[in-house]
């Protein structure tokens, strides 16, 4: 027998105790859900002798009947009726995951969710590197700004999110953490700073929910919080106005990452802010996750770019 390799066989830790013969199992779950041993025969290929026995030796090996005759019909016994529900439900569980993993193989799907501004700014920018590499992987991106719910019907298998990784429920893997950083365009109108102080004046564009004060402080800077120019509800917007010149932004590495390797924008201090939140990889719970899940799991964790400098 061949064993894959990925497989941590001691993760299944429960035991399903000594059962009754499978075989015997699956005639009486057929008989009881079609309402007829030759019919059960004629799904499963054998007999309606063999059924029967099959059947028979079940009740006998339970030590209580499992059917009793009503006239010339078979009704199921309450014993009977609780057994065969559970079969059912556990046999159309396994033919459901066994046509999933058919579908895994023949065109695997994945799909996401992460904010609009790590969507646009962080991921889009890296998946064609997966595509090209698993170009038979169907990838969804749904971005949002709500907790969407993982799993079941909403179909999502990974949420990338920012917080402190105690989501209910779920299985949170950390990602990255991440800081907060002073940039601009280099073609800034009026030049660029080199020093915090000379940010006085200057037009300091503003995402909801990420304070300038917080970086005042630290810079040994007594000042209130800018109350007037531009506020963003979306941070990949505000990042946008900053390479466009419109302002100073105070905003999240990853999502400057590509625009400070191309040169569309500087970090104006070495200064930093370390956030209070970091980016976790969400599913719905921990491995061993489908192939597809893993495999873009793991892809992600390479694209992580190592910070070298995070002065403070």
């Known amino acids: 027998m061949l064993f894959h390799p990925m497989i941590e066989f001691d993760s299944l830790v429960s035991s399903p105790g000594k059962l009754p013969s499978l075989p015997a199992l699956r005639a009486f779950e057929a008989a009881a859900r079609l309402g007829s041993g030759a019919r059960a025969a004629q799904e499963l290929f054998v007999t309606p002798g063999a059924i029967s026995h099959q059947i028979k030796a079940l009740e006998i090996q339970l030590g209580y009947p499992l059917f009793v005759r009503e006239g010339r019909r078979l009704a199921l016994t309450p014993e009977g009726k609780r057994l065969a529900t559970c079969l059912n439900r556990l046999l159309v569980g396994v033919g459901q995951e066994l046509a999933e993993i058919k579908r895994e193989h023949e065109r695997p799907r994945l799909?996401?969710?992460?904010?609009?501004?790590?969507?646009?700014?962080?991921?889009?920018?890296?998946?064609?590197?997966?595509?090209?590499?698993?170009?038979?992987?169907?990838?969804?991106?749904?971005?949002?700004?709500?907790?969407?719910?993982l799993g079941g019907p909403s179909g999502i298998d990974l949420a990338i999110r920012m917080g402190r990784g105690n989501w209910p429920g779920l299985h949170a893997e950390h990602f990255f953490d991440e800081d907060f950083l002073v940039v601009a365009s280099p073609h800034l109108p009026g030049g660029l700073p080199s020093d915090p102080s000379e940010l006085a004046g200057r037009n300091l564009l503003r995402s909801a929910?990420?304070?300038?004060?917080?970086?005042?402080?630290?810079?040994?800077?007594?000042?209130?919080?800018?109350?007037?120019?531009?506020?963003?509800?979306?941070?990949?917007l505000m990042v946008q106005a900053v390479v466009e010149g419109q302002g100073i932004g105070l905003a999240r590495r990853?999502?400057?990452?590509?625009?400070?390797?191309?040169?569309?924008?500087?970090?104006?201090?070495?200064?930093?802010?370390?956030s209070d939140w970091s980016y976790w990889l969400v599913t719905a719970s921990p491995s061993p996750h489908r192939l597809v899940l893993q495999m873009f799991i793991d892809w992600l964790k390479t694209e992580i770019v190592p910070v070298t400098e995070n002065e403070s």
């Open 254 to 274: 990853a999502l400057i990452q590509n625009d400070l390797a191309a040169g569309r924008l500087v970090q104006l201090f070495k200064l930093t802010l370390p």
């Open 209 to 236: 929910g990420e304070p300038w004060r917080p970086w005042f402080k630290r810079a040994g800077l007594d000042w209130l919080e800018p109350n007037q120019g531009l506020i963003f509800t979306d941070s990949g």
């Open 111 to 149: 799909t996401l969710t992460a904010l609009p501004s790590f969507s646009a700014r962080w991921l889009t920018p890296r998946l064609g590197r997966f595509i090209q590499s698993h170009p038979e992987v169907e990838l969804w991106v749904q971005p949002s700004t709500t907790l969407e719910k």
